[in-house]
Nanobody
């Protein structure tokens, strides 16, 4: 069973920073890409950033220049460094993985449970 566990969320003042972590564990053959999504109350889930196994990155426009995604392949962990946080960034942040399990099954969208980020003004 593959697990994605997010951590690092919390309450921060506007302009502050947080670093989110997502650790993948279990029977994993390979991780092709990992990403972060977020969902605020009353809004749809949206892409924040993604990173491939080759460290190619993709960011939503509103996050460019403020957020940085990175990964530690040896630890099967992806990070999201969030700087210059705004109240509009308040949301539940979810980790996502495109992976192949140790049993040879391709999972294009494997999700973590989410971690709350709250930015106060």
């Amino acid at each position: 069973q593959v697990q994605l566990v997010e951590s690092g969320g919390g309450l921060v003042q506007a302009g502050g920073s947080l670093r989110l972590s997502c650790a993948a564990s279990g029977s994993i053959f390979s991780i092709h890409a990992m990403g972060w999504y977020r969902q605020a109350p009353g809004k749809q889930r949206e892409l924040v950033a993604a990173i491939t196994s080759g460290d190619s990155t993709n960011y939503a426009d509103s996050m460019k220049g403020r957020f940085t995604i990175s990964r530690d392949n040896a630890k099967n962990t992806v990070y999201l460094q969030m700087n210059s946080l705004k109240p509009e960034d308040t949301a539940v942040y979810y980790c996502n993985a495109d992976l192949t399990t140790g049993w040879g099954l391709r999972e294009y969208d494997y999700w973590g449970q989410g971690t709350q980020v709250t930015v106060s003004s």
